[in-house]
């Protein structure tokens, strides 16, 4: 069982930065995949970014590509996603994921993650 807490949401200016941290509980976060996930109101949730369980594969979406990086502590049991040059339709919840399946480094499919944080608000206003 793995739990998660996301923080670091907030209202930002165009073109501000926010990093989203998601703490997770567990002695086994070493061993997930972790992804980040977003939805805004009235719409699908969208896959943000995901990262392997040592770092070494990251993804990101196109329409977050080059401002947007996900990172990992092992050592803190924590996933970040560092957000710059934000836009207004970067508004949503965000949430981070955590899965673990044979033979998957990383996944954009968010059938693939187990555990789901509660999100945190990220608002950018023009």
């Known amino acids: 069982q793995v739990q998660l807490v996301e923080s670091g949401g907030g209202l930002v200016q165009a073109g501000g930065s926010l990093r989203l941290s998601c703490a997770a509980s567990g002695r086994t976060f070493s061993s997930y995949y972790m992804g980040w996930f977003r939805q805004a109101p009235g719409q699908e949730r969208e896959y943000v970014a995901t990262i392997s369980w040592n770092g070494d594969d990251t993804h990101t979406a196109y329409t977050v590509k080059g401002r947007f990086t996900i990172s990992r502590d092992n050592a803190k049991n924590t996933v970040y996603l560092q957000m710059n040059s934000l836009k207004p339709e970067d508004t949503a919840v965000y949430y981070c994921?955590?899965?673990?399946?044979?033979?998957?480094?990383?996944?954009?499919?968010?059938?693939?993650?187990?555990?789901w944080g509660q999100g945190t608000q990220v608002t950018v206003s023009s």
């Open positions: 994921a955590a899965g673990q399946r044979i033979g998957v480094v990383t996944t954009i499919r968010p059938e693939a993650y187990n555990y």
